[in-house]
Structure formats: structure tokens, C-alpha cells
């Protein structure tokens, strides 16, 4: 074991304080403030002068994309109590006042960061993104003529009076508001129209080659419209314009006590998504406060909801310049995971499990090992049933294939499909209509509950004898997230853990009680329970003097129960370092409160999602992989799997690799302080060191598999 040592010295004269966690030194981070900090840290990675250009800009998009969601999820709450003026918990105008301040900072960075970093930046490289100002006549000849033949016709102006009242403006899309001079043409004054920016047009395209002269020439949708945005109105006067793009709420609500087919329910309220209650607007810098107040008052917004921003107004339509952009050099080097250590092509993957379990570290080793699991599961005659979790696969997905053709074979199939999976609810249905339809088991796991557990578990027949073969995973069945998350896939044929798999799948599709297992904890039903006792076990342990240790990595942390235990066991002793992506609301290092723990965030090229849990005391070890982090929705309103790793070789691999390489992170770690704010680990001029992700990928790259 290789965990940084930390100092355990005279723990006995210390005689196990009374835990203390309620007293008023003790406060819980508020976990919305801790995922906007998160986003900041995100951002930092955008600003950085040693990150290629290209991947700086797609790191700039993805902050953007993550405050659309928490937008879409976490804003209405805060706005709802503060427009009624009634305050419910945690929710308040203070609260809605505080995170609006926040995320107008953010954003102001963000678009200062785009204006006067990355546009010099890719102009130096010759890449310009030419606004109407910008462009010379030969430049404006070409953006009339594609505003004529592709824009023009796929615009319908609306001006609003009595019979065209203000238009449904659907969530996140892009309009134009006009006010004009003038009366229409059946005489009256009606000042005000919408313009729909279609969504079916690239948001920028490429300028020919002949008109840039050697360099790489962008021109916005937006922008062409703009240019041409007075001849949608003839014979009236453009006095002022401005896109806007509002933001609505959009997670889901489905009362599934009180719906006979939630397929059907949830598709009807896929189509209501778009339309849900505004949070957000966003105008540009230079819209009148006339047109401001008025997109305010249509949409029940107060000012504080407002962002005017100096430049494109959706910053995340940015990567299409990351995909036109064919410049090699301004993107990282291209990484080619290795096929994983443990397996070799063309040998069976049923052969090689009955040897031991195997473990793929995802992005460093490919999902192909996944994908050949399967793939031989398929193909293999001796193969009589095949059962896996649904949670996200995107909408074009090989391991769905795989699966219709198992059905096609005459396999018995089932799928697990969770349909509430945040933002891939249509995708899921129409995968589960499908299998469906040709004949899988396709069933949609317990009411009120999303399961989040990732399984997939192969029954075959050797000899006299069926034996199981299982697929654990802490990600998703994504082949393209795997390129760009860090998970942890799990191989074994273990009886008794793979018995446990199998109850779990049945317990799911008939809802019958589950019998005692063997390996697995299981969630909502023990997995909160299991790791309060064995961190009570541990506290209890270091109380009498024993060495303890923790280290758990995980994405967010923000159950109070397993926080209040955490924090009761480092009171008692215990040495506790916590890697935690996202928001986490433990205090650390707090002065008598949380002295022995210690929390940081990694965020690096790919992104942080393996869930680690390990505990010692003395010199008995044991380690847990998981699907969930340690959320109150994960412990008690999903169903989700933590597993041991039993093979202490296997045990040893993923405690160096996912463990050991982030605590000692001398580039992209930031480390949570005592008054709440992270600090990254190079502040006051620290000497850089290896960061954990490029250690891993170097590591991958020289082995026999590298691609």
C-alpha cells in the first residue's frame, strides 16, 4: 500500500474526542455555491497559456454547457423564492440574490476570457471569425448570398398585436427582438417582432478560400441575419435589436404512483420540456433597456436574471469552430487508448476470466474491452442469456446493436432501461421501444427510483453446469464518453459476486424482495447503511488507538449523513483524504472540526467520473468500486452498486492508479481550504510536478497494447 503516509502520532493520548460535528464551528458547504466553484476550476483550464488553442476554446463551451444545466436544474428553486418573497430551507431571495452575483461574475470572466485572450489568439493563427463591420465588399457579397439561398427562406418575421401574441420561445434557442418605426402595412404601429433563428443551420460556416487570402474566415448565423435583418421588414425602421436566448427549467417531474405507462408520460413531457418555466435570459451587450424590460416582463423574470453579453449570445454553439478548424497543432496530441492490459485481441474473454478477474481503466484502456465482452456473448452459441443496464448510451449505440442482434439469435435478452436518465430520456425510449418490438425483456426497474447501476451479466452453458460471467462498471455504456471520462470497467466470473448480480437483475424486473448478498451493496436498500458502519467501524478502531485510513474518489459529495459520519471519524482519528470532482459540502481542515481531512479536486484533460472507495485499519485493507457518489439522491432514490475488489493484485493496480496518482498531483489539483475556497496546488509558486492523468496516459502509451 503507497497512500501518502499522514501523521497518526499519539493518537491514544488523544483519547477519542466527543464528535462534535453539530456544534457551531461546524457549517455544510452550500453545494450550489460549490458546483459554480467547480465551474471556475473548469474555467481555469481555459486560460491556460500551456492548453492548445482549440482545446482552450472547448474547455470555455464546456463551462457554458455545465451553467445552461445547472440553470435548467438548480436555478428555479432560488427564483421561485425569491419572486414569491417566501422562503423554503435553503431557498431565499438571499439565496437567489447571492447565486445570480456568482454567476454574472462567471459569466463576465468567461466572455472577457473569449474577447481579449482567444480572439487575438486564433487571430495570430490566422482564424477570424469576421463580424458585419469586420467584412469587406467581396466578404459581404458572399454573406448576402448565403443569407439569399440558405437563411432567408427558413425565416418567418413575427410582429406582435392582438392575434400574434409573443411567440413560445423554446429553451436555449437563439431569436432576434426588433422594435421598429413606422406602421405595418395594414397602418398600424405595432413595434415590436420576433425572428426565430433556425436551429437546422450550422451556427458558423467557413468562408472560401479565395476570400480569405490565406486565412481562415468564420462568419456567425447570427451575424448574417443581423446584416440583413431591416429587409425582413420593408418599408419600416429598425430602432433597436438584439438576440436574446432564454433558459427554462427543464428536469423532468413525473408523479409515477399516479401514471399507468411512464413511457408514454415521460414522451409527453419530453415534448413540454422546451416550454418550461423561464430561469435565465440572455440579450446582447448592447440591447436598449426598453427591449430588455420587455423580453423581462414576457418571460416573469427580475432584472438580477438578466445577462447582457458582449459577444455570441450561447457560447457552447462554439465547438462547431472546434470541429471546422482542421489545425492538428492547436488541438492536444491525439491519445490512442491501449487495448487493456489484462485481455489480448482474439482470446476469449470467458477463457481468460476463468484465470481472474480483470479490471480496464478507462480512457488509458479501451472500451473495446467492453465491447469485445459482448461481441463474444453474441457470437458465442454456448450463450443462452444476456442481461444489462441501460442508463446512457447516446442515440447511436454499438452495445444496442450488439443486443438486437443477440435477440435475433435467439438469445434471451433483458434490459433494464432507466427512461429518466437527465437528458437522454428520448434516446432511452426509443432504444426500449425498439428492443421491444423484436422481442427483448425490456423492463424500466422500480417506481421512484433512476437505475443508476451499471450491469451487464452473461449466463453459459459449460458442460453440465451454467456459469455467469459479469460486466461492472463505474461509468456509463457510452463507447464515445468512455474516450473522455475516466472509469473503471469490471470483469469477473466470481460465483458468489455474480450470483449477487443476478438477484440484483431480478429483484428489478419482478420487484420481488432481494435475498441476502454476498458482495454486492445495493442502493436505496443497504449502500448508505454499509458505508456508515464502515466508517463507524473505523472511527471506533482509531478511537483505541488502531491506525485508520480513508480515501474515497468520487464526483460529488453532498449527503449529510455520510458527510456527519466522515467528519465524526476524522474527530475520532481517522486520516481521511477525499477526491472529489465536483461539489462537496465537507468543510476541511477546519481548526478542531475537520483537522484530519483533506479534500481535493483534479480536473484534467478527461473527465474525473471513477467512483473509489478504500479503508484501512492497521494493516487490513479493503477497497470498494462504485456507480454512485455519495449524494443523498444516489443513497436513497436510485438503485446503485459499490463492489469489493477482491484479488489483491487488482486491488493494489487500482489504488496506485486511481488513488495514489491523484494524491500526489502537482499540476491540476486544487486543494479545498479552510474558509471553503479551493486553492490550486502550483498557487505561491510551487514547483510543478507529473499531473495523475498525463502520468497514466504515458504509462498506457508504453504498454504492449498502446495503439
Not at 475537520?594 to 484533460?605: L, M, N, P, Q
Request: aromatic share 8%; with cysteine.
Amino acid at each position: 500500500m503507497n497512500l501518502p503516509a499522514r501523521d497518526h502520532a499519539d493518537k491514544t493520548a488523544e483519547a477519542a474526542p466527543e464528535p462534535s460535528a453539530d456544534s457551531p464551528a461546524f457549517q455544510f458547504l452550500d453545494r450550489d455555491h460549490s458546483i459554480l466553484a467547480f465551474n471556475e476550476r473548469v474555467l481555469s483550464w481555459a486560460s491556460r497559456d500551456d492548453v492548445p488553442l482549440l482545446e482552450r476554446l472547448r474547455f470555455l463551451c464546456i463551462v457554458s454547457s455545465n451553467l445552461d444545466e445547472f440553470f435548467e436544474v438548480r436555478a428555479s428553486p432560488h427564483l421561485m423564492a425569491a419572486q414569491s418573497g417566501d422562503a423554503k430551507g435553503i431557498y431565499s431571495t438571499s439565496s437567489f440574490t447571492e447565486l445570480a452575483a456568482l454567476a454574472q461574475d462567471m459569466v463576465a470572466r468567461q466572455y472577457a476570457l473569449y474577447n481579449d485572450a482567444l480572439l487575438p489568439a486564433f487571430a495570430s493563427h490566422g482564424i477570424r471569425v469576421v463580424s458585419h463591420g469586420e467584412r469587406n465588399a467581396v466578404q459581404r457579397r458572399w454573406v448576402r448570398e448565403y443569407f439569399e439561398t440558405q437563411v432567408r427562406p427558413l425565416l418567418v418575421p413575427v410582429g406582435l398585436d392582438p392575434s400574434h401574441p409573443f411567440p413560445q420561445v423554446a429553451n436555449k434557442s437563439l431569436n432576434f427582438i426588433v422594435r421598429l418605426a413606422g406602421k405595418d402595412a395594414f397602418g398600424r404601429a405595432n413595434e415590436i417582432a420576433i425572428v426565430k433563428v433556425p436551429r437546422v443551420l450550422p451556427r458558423f460556416n467557413a468562408m472560401p478560400g479565395r476570400i480569405g487570402k490565406a486565412r481562415l474566415l468564420f462568419v456567425s448565423l447570427s451575424s448574417v441575419i443581423r446584416a440583413h435583418l431591416a429587409e425582413l421588414f420593408p418599408g419600416r425602421e429598425v430602432v433597436h435589436f438584439s438576440q436574446f436566448r432564454v433558459t427554462r427549467h427543464s428536469d423532468l417531474a413525473v408523479d409515477e404512483d399516479d401514471v399507468k405507462n411512464l413511457r408514454t408520460a415521460l414522451r409527453l413531457g419530453l415534448e413540454q420540456r422546451h416550454y418550461g418555466q423561464a430561469v435565465r435570459l440572455e440579450v446582447s451587450a448592447g440591447c436598449s433597456d426598453f427591449l430588455a424590460e420587455f423580453l423581462l416582463t414576457q418571460f416573469g423574470l427580475p432584472q438580477a436574471s438578466l445577462y447582457r453579453v458582449p459577444g455570441p449570445v450561447n457560447l457552447v454553439r462554439l465547438t462547431q469552430l472546434v470541429d471546422l478548424i482542421d489545425q492538428p497543432e492547436l488541438l492536444f496530441p491525439a491519445y490512442a487508448a491501449s487495448y487493456p492490459l489484462q485481455l489480448q485481441p482474439g482470446q476469449s474473454i470467458f477463457m481468460r476470466l476463468r484465470a481472474g478477474d480483470v479490471s480496464i481503466h478507462q480512457p488509458f484502456e479501451s472500451f473495446d474491452g467492453v465491447l469485445d465482452f459482448l461481441r463474444e456473448a453474441v457470437n458465442d452459441p454456448l450463450v443462452l442469456a444476456i442481461k444489462q443496464t441501460i442508463y446512457r448510451t447516446g442515440p447511436d449505440s454499438e452495445l444496442m446493436l450488439l443486443l438486437r442482434e443477440a435477440v435475433r439469435r435467439g438469445k434471451e435478452v433483458t434490459v433494464v432501461v432507466e427512461l429518466k436518465a437527465r437528458f437522454d430520456e428520448e434516446a432511452n425510449i426509443n432504444w426500449a421501444e425498439m428492443l421491444e418490438s423484436i422481442g427483448a425483456q425490456v423492463v424500466y426497474g422500480v417506481v421512484g427510483l433512476k437505475t443508476h447501476a451499471k450491469m451487464l451479466l452473461v449466463t453459459r452453458r459449460e458442460g453440465r453446469v451454467l456459469r455467469r460471467y459479469a460486466h461492472l462498471s463505474t461509468g456509463n455504456y457510452n463507447p464515445r464518453t468512455a474516450r473522455l471520462y475516466t472509469d473503471i470497467s469490471y470483469l469477473t466470473c466470481n460465483a458468489r459476486l455474480t450470483a449477487d448480480v443476478d438477484q440484483v437483475f431480478v429483484h428489478l424486473a419482478s420487484q420481488s424482495r432481494l435475498p441476502k448478498l454476498h458482495h454486492l451493496w445495493l442502493a436505496p436498500l443497504q449502500l448508505q447503511r454499509k458505508l456508515v458502519e464502515k466508517i463507524g467501524a473505523l472511527a471506533d478502531a482509531a478511537a483505541q488507538g488502531r491506525e485508520a485510513r480513508i480515501v474515497l474518489k468520487m464526483n460529488a459529495l453532498t449527503d449529510e449523513v455520510l458527510i456527519l459520519a466522515l467528519v465524526r471519524a476524522g474527530q475520532c482519528g481517522v486520516e481521511i483524504d477525499l477526491i472529489v470532482r465536483g461539489a462537496c459540502m465537507l468543510p476541511a481542515q477546519v481548526a478542531g472540526v475537520t483537522d484530519r481531512i483533506r479534500v481535493r479536486s483534479v480536473i484534467g484533460r478527461f473527465l474525473e467520473h471513477s467512483r473509489v472507495f478504500y479503508f484501512r485499519c492497521d494493516d487490513d485493507e479493503s477497497l470498494y468500486l462504485s456507480s454512485a457518489d455519495w449524494m443523498n439522491r444516489n443513497m436513497l432514490r436510485r438503485v446503485e452498486l459499490a463492489w469489493p475488489v477482491i484479488d489483491p493484485v487488482l486491488r493494489q493496480r487500482i489504488i496506485d492508479e486511481c488513488l495514489v496518482a491523484y494524491l500526489h498531483d502537482r499540476s491540476d489539483a486544487w486543494d479545498l481550504q479552510a474558509d471553503g475556497r479551493y486553492r490550486h496546488v502550483l498557487t505561491g509558486g510551487a514547483p510543478p510536478g507529473p499531473g495523475a492523468q498525463a502520468a497514466l496516459m504515458a504509462r498506457y502509451a508504453s504498454s504492449p497494447h498502446s495503439g
